[in-house]
């Protein structure tokens, strides 16, 4: 009895690795990028008016695969399950804008390729002016968020404990309904959705405030041990950094904080 449950856990335990050995060899092997990213985090992912799913991430990943010759797969994740599908297989990588800092060892990164930080949305009229404003406020955030892991971190114990309550939320369309309605007086949010965000919106009605809760670095992140796959990606990334492409896209989605220069140096000084 004993040899055949010793026998049946070791079989689970090579299927298991079976599995992990198909999930990070998939992308190279069948020349596929399937890319997981939330649909509605403008302006990196999202669905436009034309029902495509566009942005600054998903247009590079889009370039990323023309050079390649590869076929990218968009596709739209719960991002509370982002891991779950990554470290199944569904999906080849998280490439949305995904903060590295608080989760290096969690996955394989490629370099950094935008700087970032996250801020405070308030209403233009709420009379907060600064997160010392936001005592005894409601404050909303993403769920599974990088505003919400900075908004844990010890180094903002002090504000968070201040706030009368701090709430989880689906999308950030909602964190606004919350704010339009009174339900929140305040949303926490990286920088760049924040403009974009304001921009769709009545101008003027929104204020980013000028303080920052945290700074921080978005990159693409695979399953542990897929440097492969990861490597090909970013070559081609860097390819498209340095004909210019990547400065273009940024434009036109006025995203703002480009670094894969950065990284370039840093590695130029190494050598």
């Known amino acids: 009895m004993k040899k055949k449950a010793l026998a049946a856990m070791m079989a689970a335990v090579l299927a298991v690795g079976m599995v992990s050995a198909v999930s990070v060899q998939a992308g190279v092997e069948d020349e596929t990028l399937v890319v997981g990213f939330d649909a509605e985090y403008p302006p990196f992912g999202y669905m436009n008016d034309d029902g495509e799913y566009v ?69 233009a009229d ?62 926490a949010v990286d920088v760049g959705v924040a403009k974009y965000q304001l921009s769709q919106r009545e101008e003027g009605a929104y204020v980013i405030l000028d303080e920052t809760i945290q700074s921080e670095q978005y990159g693409i992140g695979f399953a542990l041990g897929n440097e492969e796959l990861c490597d090909i990606v970013w070559t081609e990334v860097v390819k498209l950094y340095e004909s210019g492409a990547v400065d273009e896209l ?22």
Do not use: H
């Open 55 to 123: 942005g600054f991430d998903l247009d590079l990943a889009q370039m990323v695969c023309d050079n390649l010759g590869w076929e990218l797969v968009k596709t739209p994740i719960n991002w509370d399950s982002k891991d779950t599908e990554l470290n199944s297989g569904n999906i080849d990588c998280i490439w949305n804008g995904f903060t590295i800092n608080g989760r290096e060892d969690d996955y394989t990164w490629s370099e950094p390729y935008l700087n970032n930080e996250q801020v405070i949305v308030v209403a």
């Open 126 to 187: 709420s009379g907060i002016e600064s997160l010392e404003d936001l005592a005894g406020k409601n404050v909303v955030v993403q769920a599974a968020s990088a505003a919400l892991d900075a908004l844990n971190n010890e180094d903002n114990a002090d504000l968070t404990a201040s706030f009368a309550s701090l709430t989880e939320i689906a999308d950030y369309n909602t964190a606004f309904m919350n704010i339009d309605s009174g339900a929140a007086d305040a949303v």
């Open 250 to 271: 940024a434009e036109q989605y006025d995203v703002d904080g480009i670094c894969i220069g950065d990284s370039l140096a840093t590695e130029a000084d190494a050598e």
